[in-house]
């Protein structure tokens, strides 16, 4: 535990000193407020049509910016170390592949999740423009911020392989986002075949689309955590794998 506590404050505290975290941190924060700016003036024509967290979440430019989230955080982590010699000599180190993993992975996803701890002060900031309450539940917090760190996790742990397997961090970026905008369009499926399609379900079961929308309305259920907790755990594997063979090439 030691020694995973060391290896993950020095990765957490790389996003914050050099100029890369802090630039994805400003562009994120850009396009929230984007998107909450959308979300005001939809609810300002429809206050109770939906919540605001629902809304601001369904913007236009979502979708864009949430995607490219991943390869941005991920491509780094191993391509990076790969490329100036590091890996080679951290492999051979006192230090378990699992924790060189896992580290980095929770590294990441702890800086993940702080990219949200904005929308919170979104509600705040709708309240103080439009003098109302910002429509919302306690259950479309928990929901929402529950699947987002599950989707997190997945996405996450698909770039980490992708950092693994090259020491090109523009390669690791691409694969990392080809995969990712791969997965969205599986959810996309059911739009075109429509329900009548025999294999529909799976693409409803795999939709990130689907379950961000049910658990930002509170509707939460096993299906995300078991289907991204599952994915973040193959590909995890998959990353160790990867890592294992470059320490015995070594």
């Known amino acids: 535990m030691r020694v995973f506590l060391i290896l993950f404050k020095k990765e957490f505290k790389q ?32 206050p109770l049509a939906e919540n605001f967290i629902f809304v601001s979440l369904h913007s236009p430019n979502f979708w864009f910016y949430f995607l490219f989230i991943f390869p941005l955080l991920t491509m780094r982590l191993f391509a990076e170390e790969d490329k100036a010699g590091t890996l080679e000599t951290l492999m051979t180190a006192p230090v378990t592949t699992t924790q060189v993993v896992f580290s980095k992975y929770t590294a990441a996803l702890c800086f993940y999740a702080m990219l949200w701890l904005p929308m919170l002060l979104h509600l705040k900031i709708f309240e103080w423009v439009s003098g109302n309450h910002a429509p919302h539940e306690p259950g479309h917090l928990l929901g929402t911020y529950t699947i987002l760190m599950l989707i997190g996790a997945f996405f996450l742990a698909v770039g980490c392989l992708a950092s693994a397997l090259t020491s090109s961090q523009i390669v690791a970026g691409i694969i990392t986002i ?48 078991i289907y991204f907790g599952s994915m973040a755990a193959i590909f995890l594997f998959l990353t160790h794998v990867a890592l294992d063979f470059r320490r015995w090439k070594s």
Do not use: C
């Not at 941190?25 to 024509?45: C, R, Y």
């Not at 080809?178 to 409803?204: K, N, R, W």
């Open 15 to 46: 996003f914050f000193l050099t100029p890369f975290g802090w630039v994805v941190l400003a562009l994120v924060l850009l396009m929230q407020g984007f998107s909450m700016t959308h979300a005001m003036e939809i609810m300002k024509d429809r």
């Open 178 to 225: 080809t995969a990712l905008v791969m997965q969205f369009f599986l959810g996309l499926v059911p739009y075109y075949t429509g329900e009548g399609f025999q294999a529909v379900s799976i693409f409803h079961y795999v939709s990130i689309q689907e379950h961000l929308a049910n658990s930002a309305r509170g509707l939460l259920d096993t299906r995300p955590i």
